[in-house]
């Protein structure tokens, strides 16, 4: 069984940066393609990001891209969303997934497993 637990959430004020980590256990992180979904209350879950297996492809939200960066560290089991210049639209609950595709996935339907989440919270 697979488990993600997110970390680094937080208040910040708009303009300062954040960076999540999750950690994952239950499978070696590299047969894994991970991901970011970020949701608020009343709107359904929305992709921020996501990176194949050994890390050599990204993909991101236009609404994030540029300004955030996915990245893993398998040796760490780890997985890593650094955001830049967040504003108060960053807003949410973020959330870690995995998926045992061997490519990029963007549908949250396409993902087995998720962490609990981390509140992100960013002032004007």
């Known amino acids: 069984q697979v488990q993600l637990i997110e970390s680094g959430g937080g208040l910040v004020q708009a303009g300062e940066s954040l960076r999540l980590s999750c950690a994952v256990s239950?499978?070696?992180?590299?047969?894994?393609?991970m991901g970011w979904f970020r949701q608020v209350p009343g709107k359904e879950r929305e992709f921020v990001a996501a990176?194949?297996?050994?890390?050599?492809?990204?993909n991101y939200a236009d609404s994030v891209k540029g300004r955030f960066t996915i990245t893993r560290d398998n040796s760490k089991n780890t997985l890593y969303l650094q955001m830049n210049s967040l504003g108060p639209e960053d807003t949410a609950v973020y959330y870690c997934?995995?998926?045992?595709?061997?490519?990029?996935?963007?549908?949250?339907?396409?993902?087995?497993?998720w962490g609990q989440g981390t509140q992100v919270t960013v002032s004007s």
């Open positions: 997934a995995a998926s045992a595709r061997w490519t990029i996935a963007r549908l949250t339907t396409e993902y087995a497993y």
């Open positions: 239950g499978r070696t992180i590299s047969d894994l393609t």
């Open positions: 990176i194949s297996r050994t890390g050599g492809n990204t």
